[in-house]
């Protein structure tokens, strides 16, 4: 583990690296100088990074402390929010590749009680009149966040809606606060929100186990993720960083913003911690085609599955800011960008950066993952800091998989 830029100066470098990766040595110092560079200019409160691919890790470093006396490192547990979801992803195509589920059933033949949510379509008075949609949500528009349900950061009359009838949030977690209204009828456009609560939901339904359950026997203990947890026992916690937003002298105030501890429901949008060690498994597995350390859960074409587009022609959309957790979110504004199963898709080359084709997505404390199967690499740039996708932050996780690519590229040409 690198810990700071002086600390990898004095380590044999070349060590850390798989023999492909030839002679891309200075990798994990430029690396590691970004990673520094981010917290010292308070871009980041603290930052871990980490590359890598199916056989291993390239890069693992780390700077700042995530809490008082604790040094940021990649055994740091880190509320990964919406990093939760491609679990959830997983356990869905499990279910799929085991016969048991259709990606185009409706939701209310699975869970009935999805079928109490309707379409939106004004107020009298302070009382919300909802119509049943025409278009029953399927599966498949839950996994591509095609269902018509949204957050209130990035839609006002999710955010009106939740004033005028008091509707709690989703990180509630509760059964009622998921019974978000629809926005639009199912199919018909992009919109992010809580739709993946409802798939945790479908596995316990079909499956018969609590999905936290489904998740620990099917998917943490065989890929050996000893720090993804939906629950922090008391040892757990000295590793547990802190979370801040940004002040208005520009560094960071400490907030609280935890996911509920033993809810009715755990919601697969927010519900877990994990470690960067541990999600960089995770994303090696999937690098992978299903299998890791001799482990396979899923098929080779099940991964395929996974990572394809499944929007039927439609788009990801900007996501506008109206509220002062999130700026705006557009990851590629000149690149066209789909859904998959699990993860945001952008379908062209990003030029100096990821493949066509390639996965990622964050947690909405800016924590970011990207995995690029055409180059075999994935990356993660983690903090624990709002606003999310705030523009500094996000210049830095630019420069930082630029830094990669370069380095992938000139090792490809020599």
């Known amino acids: 583990m690198l810990a700071s830029s002086e600390s990898a100066e004095k380590l044999d470098l070349t060590a850390c690296l798989p023999a492909h990766f030839g002679s891309c040595y200075t990798l994990p110092r430029e690396l590691q100088r970004i990673v520094d560079g981010s917290v010292s200019d308070r871009d980041a409160p603290f930052l871990v990074g980490m590359v890598g691919d199916r056989y291993g890790i390239m890069y693992s470093g780390a700077a700042g402390e995530a809490g ?8 740091t547990f880190f509320r990964i929010f919406s990093m939760s979801k491609p679990f ?4 869905i195509m499990m279910l799929i590749e085991r016969g048991l589920l259709d990606p185009d059933t409706p939701i209310e033949a699975i869970v009935p009680e999805f079928a109490r949510i309707g379409v939106l379509e004004g107020y ?4 919300a009149k909802l119509r049943t949609p025409t278009i029953k949500a399927t599966v498949r ?3 591509t966040h095609t269902s018509g349900l949204e957050y209130e950061f990035w839609n006002p009359s ?3 809606y939740m004033k005028k009838t008091g509707h709690p949030s989703i990180i509630n977690g509760t059964l009622e606060s998921m019974l978000y209204p629809m926005m639009t009828e199912p199919g018909t456009r992009w919109g992010y929100g809580p739709s993946i609560d409802w798939l945790g939901l479908v596995v316990e339904r079909i499956d018969g186990r609590r999905i936290d359950r489904f998740c620990a026997e099917e998917i943490f203990d065989p890929l050996g993720l000893h720090d993804t947890l939906f629950e922090l026992e008391d040892t757990h916690r000295s590793r547990l960083c802190v979370t801040s937003m940004r002040a208005e002298h520009g ?4 907030i609280a913003m935890d996911p509920p501890s033993h809810p009715e429901v755990y919601g697969m949008g927010t519900a877990l911690y994990s470690t960067p060690y541990d999600f960089m498994r995770f994303m090696r597995f999937l690098l992978s085609d299903g299998e890791l350390d001799g482990e396979r859960l899923l098929s080779a074409s099940s991964i395929e599955r996974l990572f394809a587009d499944q929007m039927q022609g439609l788009s990801f959309q900007k996501m506008i800011s109206c509220a002062p957790v999130t700026a705006d979110v557009d990851p590629f504004p000149h690149s066209r960008a789909t859904h998959s199963f699990a993860f945001l898709r952008n379908e062209d ?6 493949s066509a084709g390639s996965a990622g997505w964050a947690g909405v404390l800016n924590s970011h993952y990207w995995i690029d199967r055409s180059a075999d690499v994935a990356g993660l740039f983690m903090s624990q800091s709002l606003p999310f996708f705030e523009p500094r932050f996000m210049q830095r996780y630019e420069q930082f998989e630029r830094c990669v690519y370069t380095h992938l590229r000139r090792n490809q040409g020599a």
């Open 349 to 354: 080359d990003i030029p100096g950066m990821r």
């Open 158 to 160: 999710v955010a009106e």
């Open 141 to 143: 528009h839950l996994a």
């Open 124 to 127: 009298d008075g302070t009382r």
């Open 88 to 91: 959830c992803a997983v356990a």
């Open 251 to 254: 560094g960071f105030t400490t």
């Open 68 to 75: 008082p006396g604790l040094p940021a490192n990649d055994r």
